[in-house]
């Protein structure tokens, strides 16, 4: 459904009378459009604190783009791989900046103790204002739960507050902020989601903290089609959030098998013609299912790379109005059918090395919703269940979450219209997202080079006020 608010608070007209009025005026979002597209264009400013270890990979990273890139000269701990390396050219952050940053991007990981993120409001200060409309802060710090030190990991857990709010500053801008935590002696699994994060593929992905681990080497991939002989399977492919996932992973090179209910087919159908993959007809609760996708898999292909777990209800009701059927389906289709098919998928060897599991859980699991007890605890549930997962997953397979908030689809245009509207505005971005910003997340998880990436949850919310 259309959003006709922001529609018109960015014609002439619109924009003036938000002004006087007081009201949210909201950027519109810069969504992905060709393959080709360059992960990030303009002038990019990099910083980082003393001792920085991903200064040197992020630079590689970033020389890859044609962005013009700078280093803040005012931080003399910035390692000399930065300067010379990779080409970025000195700014003082003593006087005024001329330039305007599509992307702000600090090296943290660093930092010793608390006295250390003087850097950051250092680097920021002087600079945060110059942040271009739709831009990009982005914050490297170590997994504080690596940290040794006390003062060590307060310094780095503070860097999620402070990016957080940041976040919350500039999201009028249609501008996001986001975290990376990196395990030890992770710098070089950097590289897929400093991409992802710096890109408008993360266009309504804001004020999230991802956590990045330790890996091998990633495998070279065509950087237009990085999925390129993978299969996926992606659960309720026939509309919405699904088929957009069904969309991308094939734009990304993916073969795509979509699945949904018997009367989903002719959608359905229509969705995996366009991008030249397989339906099937399933019902996910039914005992059989996960034999019958075992048994589909097993007779098209050789097995599965990617797994998502996409397919969802709600049956909405107070829980003392609730009937059984309400919270037995909620439960089942939302949360025990992704672990059996796993189960199925697992015991007969059909996840492939290198594999992603990828579930949707949602802001109502996190922070709870009236009417919702069923389905926030089936999405609360599927949290618990990829944390556990991560744990146990071998042969380089990754599992994460991501988390909605509000995304334009059938089932938030069905919503009363002021509880739409209180559910478009109620993030940092003033907006709902639409099903390509959850589809790229979890393009991004998917990805060769985010082995490094496993047991997160990421919300595509737009930093709802709504929960953590
Ligand atoms: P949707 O209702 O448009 O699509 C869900 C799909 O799942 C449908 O095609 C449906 O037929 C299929 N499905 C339902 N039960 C099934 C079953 N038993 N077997 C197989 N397929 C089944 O919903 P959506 O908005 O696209 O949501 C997709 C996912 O995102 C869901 O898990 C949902 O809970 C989650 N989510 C959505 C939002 C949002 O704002 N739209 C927010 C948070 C989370």
Redesign the pocket.
């Known amino acids: 459904m259309s959003d006709l608010y922001l529609r018109f608070v960015n014609t002439p007209v619109g924009k003036t009378a938000a002004q006087s009025l007081g009201l949210p005026a909201p950027v519109p979002l810069k969504r992905w459009k060709r393959s080709d597209q360059p992960f990030v264009e303009g002038n990019v400013l990099v910083g980082a604190a003393d001792g920085a270890k991903a200064i040197a990979n992020l630079g590689q990273t970033l020389s890859a783009s044609p962005a013009k890139l700078f280093h803040a000269s005012d931080i003399a701990t910035l390692t000399d791989s930065a300067k010379a390396g990779n080409k970025a050219k000195p700014l003082s952050l003593g006087g005024e900046i001329e330039e305007r940053f599509s992307a702000l991007v600090f090296d943290a990981t660093g930092m010793k103790d608390t006295t250390d993120l003087r850097a950051v409001y250092d680097f920021f200060h002087p600079t945060i204002r110059k942040l271009a409309a739709q831009g990009r802060v982005l914050v490297i710090g170590q997994e504080p739960s690596s940290c040794r030190s006390p003062a060590k990991a307060a310094a780095h857990q503070a860097l999620e507050g402070f990016v957080r709010s940041v976040a919350k500053e500039i999201g009028k801008k249609g501008a996001t902020a986001n975290l990376l935590w990196l395990a030890p002696s992770a710098e070089k699994a950097l590289d897929s989601s400093v991409r992802f994060f710096l890109s408008s593929r993360s266009a309504y992905v804001s004020g999230q903290v991802a956590r990045i681990g330790k890996t091998a080497d990633a495998p070279a991939t065509s950087p237009a089609a990085p999925l390129t002989g993978k299969v996926a399977l992606v ?10 996932i069904a969309e991308t992973l094939a734009r990304d090179g993916a073969t795509v098998i979509g ?3 018997p ?2 087919m002719d ?2 159908q229509k969705v995996t013609d366009a991008i030249g993959g397989k339906a099937l007809s ?5 005992d059989t ?1 996960p034999a019958e996708i075992a048994d589909f898999i097993q007779k098209h292909f050789d097995g599965v790379d990617l797994v998502i ?6 049956r909405d009701k107070t829980l003392g109005n609730m009937p059984e059927h309400f919270w037995d ?1 909620t439960i ?3 949360l025990t ?1 992704e672990e059996h098919i796993d189960e199925e998928l697992m015991k007969r060897e059909l996840l492939k090395e290198n594999g992603r599991i990828v579930c ?6 996190i922070a709870g919703n009236f009417g919702q007890t069923n ?1 926030s605890t ?2 609360s549930g599927v949290i618990g269940y990829v944390e556990a997962m991560a744990k146990q997953v071998k042969n380089g397979v990754t599992i994460n979450a ?11 245009a069905a919503m009363p219209i002021t509880i739409r509207e209180a ?1 478009r505005r109620m993030n940092s971005l003033s907006q ?2 639409l ?1 390509v910003d ?1 589809a790229e997340t979890i393009a991004w998880y998917c990805h060769p080079a985010s082995n490094g990436v496993n047991g997160n949850v990421v919300r595509v ?1 737009g930093q709802s006020l709504i929960g953590k």
């Open positions: 659960t309720g492919a026939s509309r919405g959030i699904g088929a957009s699945l949904d209910i009367p989903a959608e359905l399933c019902d996910i609760t039914s299912a777990h996409n397919a969802g209800i709600t389906m089942a289709v939302n059918a949707i859980s949602s802001i109502s699991g389905y089936a999405k991501v988390a909605p908030g509000f995304i334009e689809t059938q089932m938030t559910g709902g997202g099903p959850v919310c």
